[in-house]
């Protein structure tokens, strides 16, 4: 049986519109150095990450608290595509798309929503679909072992982005009801629609950064062929 490899992870661009990525060469072969060295500096929780308790909880789990099982491992792949721009992911929605998850399952919860919207324009932020407290319960109650996303999963991530308001802390739905409870999310994953099984492998391996609230992460979904 042979093995099917998909990329899941978003590129880290120093043009992206809402994070600020410093890179620079601090040794160059155009300036005569023999060796290249690039020097790169973002927020933990831009492009690809996995967010971790303490993103949220003062007393919560870091990073490096995880283990290698939480983040590798068996996944899900619950498709939610059929859900609309700027609508709420049910419970029902879950829950039709969900009955093959599995206790101790990764879950890529996937919209497609990379395929509409780019992550690059204010519109994958504003228009997107979101989650709603009763799905996450939902998702919660089948014992996942961890979650990932494809779209900015939180109703709430919009105004962060537009700066118009800021949320109250319920308002971020998943990270109240997934991530406080114990369930590692991984942000921003691309590319699911690649995927054609709806079990796969799952390996998002984060950088191992020491008391951390999250880390970025290269991500990946391997699939029987």
């Given at each position: ?57 003062a007393e919560g789990k870091t990073t490096d608290d995880l283990t290698l099982d939480q983040v590798m491992g068996t ?138 609230d999250g880390a970025p992460v290269r991500a990946i979904a391997i699939e029987d062929t």
């Open positions: 049986m042979t093995k099917r490899t998909i990329d899941l992870t978003t590129p880290i661009r120093t043009d992206h519109f809402r994070w600020s990525v410093d890179r620079k060469e601090v040794k160059s072969h155009a300036a005569g150095d023999f060796a290249q060295v690039t020097w790169m500096g973002w927020v933990v929780h831009a492009f690809t990450h996995v967010d971790s308790a303490r993103h949220f909880d996944a899900a792949v619950v498709d939610v595509s059929a859900v609309g721009p700027d609508a709420p992911i049910t419970e029902a929605a879950v829950a039709e798309a969900g009955d093959h998850i599995l206790e101790d399952d990764i879950v890529l919860l996937r919209s497609g929503w990379d395929k509409v919207e780019s992550l690059d324009t204010p519109e994958f932020w504003t228009r997107a679909p979101y989650m709603t407290v009763e799905a996450c319960r939902w998702l919660h109650a089948k014992g996942l072992k961890a979650i990932a996303y494809d779209f900015p999963q939180d109703r709430c991530i919009r105004d962060y982005v537009t700066g118009e308001r800021m949320p109250a802390f319920e308002e971020n739905t998943t990270h109240v009801e997934l991530l406080l409870k114990g369930v590692p999310m991984f942000e921003y994953l691309c590319n699911m629609t690649e995927i054609r099984k709806d079990r796969v492998e799952f390996i998002g391996l984060p950088l191992k950064i020491p008391d951390c």
